[in-house]
């Protein structure tokens, strides 16, 4: 089982089990150092395919949050040329550590059976 998660902007293909570093969780998604992210775009089950309208309704991701951690260093450097203008700037992203606990969907949600 599978599915595709989105978070941050950013699309993910999870399964349970996965450990990814996801942008900065909310706190109200985050209690007690588990999280459950419910914009899930698809998912694969054993026989079954669930597309989501974007989302797939009644699919949750549980996972547990392992670390806030920080990515890696990227550095930004502009200049014009004859004109003594140079800027040097630096960040950091805030990350989480997220490890999938389960995939969860409910059997009221729409079906499409896989050819």
Same mark, same amino acid.
């Given at each position: 089982?599978?599915?595709?998660l989105e978070? &941050? &902007?950013? !699309?993910y293909?999870i399964?349970?089990?996965?450990? =990814?570093? $996801?942008?900065? #969780?909310p706190?109200e =998604? $985050? +209690? +007690?150092?588990?999280?459950?992210?419910s914009? $899930?775009?698809?998912v !694969?089950g054993?026989k079954?395919?669930?597309? &989501?309208?974007p989302y797939?309704?009644?699919?949750k991701v549980?996972?547990k $949050? =392992?670390?806030?951690?920080?990515?890696?260093?990227?550095?930004?450097? +502009?200049m014009?040329?004859?004109? &003594?203008?140079?800027?040097? !700037?630096g960040h950091? !992203?805030k #990350?989480? +550590?997220?490890q999938?606990?389960?995939?969860?969907?409910?059997?009221?949600?729409?079906t499409?059976?896989?050819?």
């Amino acid at each position: 089982m599978f599915a595709i998660l989105e978070t &941050g &902007g950013k !699309q993910y293909k999870i399964a349970e089990g996965d450990i =990814l570093e $996801v942008e900065l #969780l909310p706190e109200e =998604l $985050v +209690k +007690k150092n588990t999280a459950s992210l419910s914009t $899930v775009l698809l998912v !694969q089950g054993d026989k079954d395919l669930h597309i &989501g309208d974007p989302y797939v309704k009644n699919a949750k991701v549980k996972a547990k $949050v =392992l670390d806030a951690i920080k990515g890696e260093k990227i550095h930004i450097y +502009k200049m014009k040329s004859k004109k &003594g203008y140079r800027k040097s !700037q630096g960040h950091r !992203q805030k #990350l989480h +550590k997220i490890q999938i606990e389960k995939i969860e969907i409910k059997a009221s949600a729409k079906t499409k059976e896989t050819e």
